[in-house]
């Protein structure tokens, strides 16, 4: 069982930064890939960044060259930088865990409960 506490959400200005953290209580964190997710009001959940337990990284192409996914197997936290910061990355971000393929939403098995991202213009 893992369990998932996001935090660093908040109301930013457009082009402002913002640094998410995730982090993960329970065993063998170093064993698990790590995903973020967002959902905006009326649309459905997208991926945005996952990293493996072995540190291969992948993104959405929306946030390429803004976002940066990183993990620090020690504090067993996931953390996503985001910068340059749009209206369109308003969402809940989530994390989740999966030991399965990381770019399937429906693969993750352990899911945070969500933390408010807004950029307003």
């Known amino acids: 069982q893992v369990q998932l506490v996001e935090s660093g959400g908040g109301l930013v200005q457009t082009g402002d930064s913002l640094r998410l953290s995730c982090a993960a209580s329970?065993?063998?964190?170093?064993?698990?890939?790590m995903g973020w997710f967002r959902q905006a009001p009326g649309k459905e959940r997208e991926f945005v960044a996952a990293?493996?337990?072995?540190?291969?990284?992948y993104y959405t192409n929306s946030v390429k060259g803004r976002f940066a996914i990183s993990r620090d197997n020690a504090k067993n936290t996931v953390y996503l930088q985001m910068n340059s910061l749009k209206p369109e990355d308003t969402a809940v971000y989530y994390c989740?865990?999966?030991?399965?393929?990381?770019?399937?939403?429906?693969?993750?098995?352990?899911w945070g409960q969500g933390t408010q991202v807004t950029v307003s213009s």
């Open positions: 990293i493996t337990y072995t540190a291969n990284i």
């Open positions: 989740a865990a999966t030991r399965r393929a990381v770019l399937d939403s429906d693969a993750y098995d352990y």
């Open positions: 329970g065993r063998a964190f170093s064993s698990y890939s």
